[in-house]
């Protein structure tokens, strides 16, 4: 799943981009949530805005619940997760 975090410089989006920092690492951790993160700063946004897979939007302009945070993840990444496992990984058949 990709997750594009979209975050302004000013104090506040700082402090929710470090708090989704923290839920992804423990949606990756706890959860098993396989996640690629791309960063971009836009001058003048208020708070942060998520895309996950590039089609799903989260804005968030108030300090969030790490908890809801990392269930989000869970959820979206079990939304999008692939119906068959890459190559090499367990669960393919071969003959």
Known sequence: MDLTVFYGNDEL???IKSIVDF???IARR???VRVEVYEVVLEGLKG???EIDGVRELNITD???VRELVEVLVVASRVTAPTTPPLGEPGLATA
């Open 23 to 25: 839920a992804v690492e």
């Open 48 to 50: 942060v805005k998520l």
């Open 63 to 65: 300090v969030p619940s």
């Open 30 to 32: 706890d959860y098993g």
């Open 13 to 15: 989006s700082m402090m």
